[in-house]
């Protein structure tokens, strides 16, 4: 059950559209609650790379539509930012009634800031994570520009954001000025993250200082450095989860998890949405596998064969400190510089022909410590035994199966 989608009925009976993300193991290490941005949906992509972050750490993530917004049922000018609080309560009700309470909320944009609204009014919420929110919740009415006192003065109007086109209606702005940020945050006593970019031309960073400021301890702050607002470059995105999951680390009531539920030693996950970013669970350790950028991939990890050269350059090297030790040799350091002269796209594409694989690893040892020319050439040649070595050298023989297959 790695990823789903599904739909809650949220308080005034609208079913909502979600995604729930499960990492590689028999229980997630906490359960997050993730609100998207200002008219936004799920499935932005910085959504799903900070979802994704968070899922390869150990943690699951239920991302969803706010009502009126994504897939979500609704019409958006009936909302207003207590029912974004309220979506926000009713998708970690789901999370209780089917799965576990949820601990972290992440929230970006005007969705950090009704985050830590409902964050207030949740006991099962230890910890709130905000990106790029505002300090007063009325901010985004500079988004309505000239349209904002035709909505004063005629009750609404139809307002053009990011391409599309929104009935804004006043009840949507009363709300928002109903709502003091800064006051909540001094009593909101909770670990909370403020994550801003400096370079912010949407919500100015001052808005994150005035959240910090408010908020006692514990709190922290990180700077998103040359991020836009909505995290475009995903680099950004996944640094932001990364750095949210550690930071979790830290607040959440994080249990101790069973080694991966599988008969075999490594699990490997790759998802329809994710183009070749493959998320790799070797026993309790996390990784991940990915194709450079000019093959298409997220260049989020190493690609199959980086991580068969680094696989032999990791048996080598400990081969080699085993050796030394029980020799009592002074090898103070061994590197193994390795490299392959074949790509992985090109061996794929001929995966239906025989004999269709690497040619050649270029390997060179660098040994440092007092050793003579003997003890280097001795060493060399037990490089080439290390098991890796040797299982490649050797004829490996594959039984593969379809599981659930008769």
């Known amino acids: 059950m790695p990823s789903k989608s599904i739909q809650f009925t949220n308080r005034l009976g609208l079913q909502l559209a979600a995604r729930l993300e499960l990492p590689l193991m028999p229980r997630p290490l906490a359960y997050v609650v993730f609100a998207h941005v200002f008219t936004g ?5 910085s959504a799903r790379h900070i979802s994704r972050a968070l899922t390869s750490s150990g943690f699951a993530v239920l991302r969803f539509d706010f009502a009126g917004l994504g897939e979500s049922e609704g019409d958006f000018s009936d909302t207003n930012f207590r029912s974004n609080i309220n979506d926000i309560k009713d998708a970690a009700a789901y999370l209780n009634e089917h799965y576990e309470a949820p601990s972290l909320i992440v929230g970006h944009s005007l969705g950090g800031a009704a985050a830590l609204f409902a964050a207030k009014e949740m006991d099962s919420i230890l910890a709130v994570a905000t990106i ?3 300090s007063e919740p009325e901010h985004v009415t500079h988004l309505f520009g000239c349209e904002l006192e035709t909505i004063e003065k005629n009750g609404f109007a139809e307002v053009e954001l990011s391409g599309r086109k929104f009935t804004i209606r006043k009840q949507f702005i009363d709300d928002l000025r109903a709502h003091d940020l800064p006051t909540l945050a001094r009593k909101l006593r909770k670990a909370l993250l403020v ?4 370079k912010d031309a949407t919500v100015a960073i001052k808005h994150a200082a005035n959240i910090y400021h408010a908020a006692l301890h514990p709190k922290s702050f990180v700077t998103l450095d040359t991020a836009d607002h909505l995290l475009t470059n995903k680099h950004d995105a996944a640094y932001a989860g990364q750095v949210i999951a550690s930071w979790a680390h830290r607040y959440l009531d994080i249990k101790e998890v069973a080694p991966l539920n ?3 030693q490594v699990l490997a996950r790759l998802m329809d ?7 790799i669970k070797a026993g309790k350790h996390s990784l991940l ?3 450079s950028e000019s093959l298409g991939g997220n260049d989020f990890g190493a690609s199959p064969y980086e991580l068969l050269s680094a696989s032999i350059a990791a048996c080598k090297a400990m081969t080699l400190r085993m ?3 029980r020799k009592k040799w002074d090898l103070e350091e061994v590197k193994v510089h390795i490299s392959y002269d074949r790509s992985y796209k090109e061996d794929c594409e001929g995966c239906s022909r025989e004999e269709r694989k690497i040619e050649t690893f270029d390997v060179e040892l660098e040994l440092i410590g007092d ?3 003997a003890q280097k050439a001795r060493l060399m040649e037990i490089s080439e035994r290390c098991p890796v070595h040797r299982t490649l050298n050797g004829s490996a023989n594959f039984q593969t199966k379809v599981l659930g297959e008769v």
């Open 371 to 373: 050793l003579d020319d």
């Open 273 to 279: 949405s994710d183009i070749y970013t493959t998320e």
């Open 41 to 45: 949906s799920k499935n932005l992509k």
């Open 132 to 134: 790029g929110a505002p």
């Open 323 to 325: 050796y030394a030790n």
């Open 262 to 264: 599988t008969n075999k």
């Open 289 to 291: 596998a990915d194709e």
């Open 195 to 198: 994550m801003h970019s400096p």
